[in-house]
């Protein structure tokens, strides 16, 4: 156990669903992270929340949404995805957003399939 | 472009040593991080280097040559719990992770 939570761990869904996967830490981190892993490919780095604010958006397409509630909850809204979203996302956290060396701590993931 | 190179895949016996490699061109270097991945796990960290030189851990060690733009993980006594992906991930100047797309080492008995 990392102390970051992630549900639901598998979904299915259609290209027409709209659904939210949520990520939760109990470490006390500031800074929250969304990953996708694809197979054979290297982590893609989503979306970076720092004290609740979004610090990094890599040219992520708009059917994916973030949201950070608050420092201990991180959500990524899905809608009208597409069959190469299909990947593993990860939720991650770390004691701050940036600066000095800062040890990611993963969640285990929610392995998304669309149809 | 940023990049970071590594074996895909690499096959090793139990009770042997194995050396995974990485090599890296990003802009700028603030530490290098390996982490370990077993399949529909979370990676955890492994190892952290931001001077020249190896650091032991136990089992595992890793080493960081900042001029030549390469680390290895090396790992000893493999065990059949060792078969996992090994993440290798350089934090750039913006203090961002770029992340290798991790060798799977498979250990045979």
């Known amino acids: 156990e990392t102390g970051v939570t992630q549900t639901p761990r598998h979904l299915v869904m259609g290209m027409t669903n709209k659904k939210s996967l949520k990520c939760e830490q109990h470490l006390g981190h500031n800074a929250m992270y969304w990953y996708k892993q694809s197979a054979k490919k290297p982590l893609e780095l989503m979306f970076v929340?720092?004290?609740?604010?979004?610090?990094e958006n890599n040219s992520v397409p708009s059917r994916f949404s973030p949201e950070c509630p608050n420092s201990s909850h991180l959500f990524l809204h899905l809608h009208t995805l597409q069959p190469e979203d299909s990947a593993l996302y990860l939720c991650?956290?770390?004691?701050?957003?940036?600066?000095?060396?800062?040890?990611?701590?993963f969640g285990p993931g929610t392995r998304l399939t669309v149809l | 472009g940023q990049n970071i190179d590594q074996p895909t895949e690499m096959t090793a016996t139990e009770g042997a040593i194995v050396q995974i490699n990485c090599t890296y061109q990003t802009s700028g270097f603030n530490g290098l991080f390996w982490y370990q991945q077993h399949a529909g796990e979370a990676p955890t960290f492994l190892s952290y280097?931001?001077l020249d030189g190896l650091e032991e851990k136990g089992r595992f060690s890793s080493f960081l040559s900042r001029s030549k733009g390469y680390s290895y993980l090396l790992l000893k006594e493999l065990q059949m719990k060792d078969s996992a992906s090994y993440l290798c991930?350089?934090?750039?100047?913006?203090?961002?992770?770029?992340w290798g797309a991790g060798t799977k080492l498979i250990i045979k008995p």
């Open positions: 991650a956290s770390s004691l701050s957003g940036g600066g000095s060396y800062n040890e990611q701590f």
């Open positions: 929340y720092s004290l609740e604010e979004r610090v």
């Open positions: 280097n931001v």
């Open positions: 991930a350089v934090m750039d100047s913006n203090y961002q992770l770029i």
